[in-house]
């Protein structure tokens, strides 16, 4: 499984953006999908998850403002991010497992592949 995000750039705050994220390999569909984010010195962390169902998970501070799908049909998955503050700079990836993690999906060590990333920076 491969994976290739792109759609990032530079916002103002306020501004949105829709990343993207190409997966080539086999059973797509099936996979659990999941977009991350690591901002400089900071630990990668959860952003949000798609499961193979469409069912869709968020963290706490994106809720409200990102929202995750899935095209099967053109093995993409998406993250529309909006409302942009300087604090979701980082670099987002997306990254792909063949099970749902559950509960501690945010951890990245549950996610078995990853794309390069893609840069968001936001200025105030």
């Known amino acids: 499984v491969q994976l290739m995000e792109s759609g990032g750039g530079s916002v103002q705050s306020g501004g949105s953006l829709r990343l993207s994220c190409q997966i080539s390999?086999?059973?797509?569909?099936?996979?659990?999908m999941g977009w991350f984010r690591q901002a400089p010195g900071k630990a990668r962390e959860g952003v949000a998850t798609?499961?193979?169902?469409?069912?869709?998970t968020y963290a706490d501070s994106v809720k409200g403002r990102f929202t995750i799908s899935r095209d099967n049909a053109k093995n993409t998955v998406y993250l529309e991010v909006s409302s942009l503050t300087p604090e979701d700079t980082a670099m987002y990836h997306c990254?792909?497992?063949?099970?749902?993690?559950?509960?501690?999906?945010?951890?990245?060590?549950?996610?078995?592949?990853w794309g390069q990333g893609t840069q968001v920076t936001v200025s105030s």
């Open positions: 390999g086999d059973s797509y569909g099936d996979y659990c």
């Open positions: 798609i499961d193979s169902d469409g069912s869709a």
């Open positions: 990254a792909a497992t063949p099970f749902f993690p559950g509960g501690v999906w945010s951890q990245p060590h549950h996610f078995d592949y």
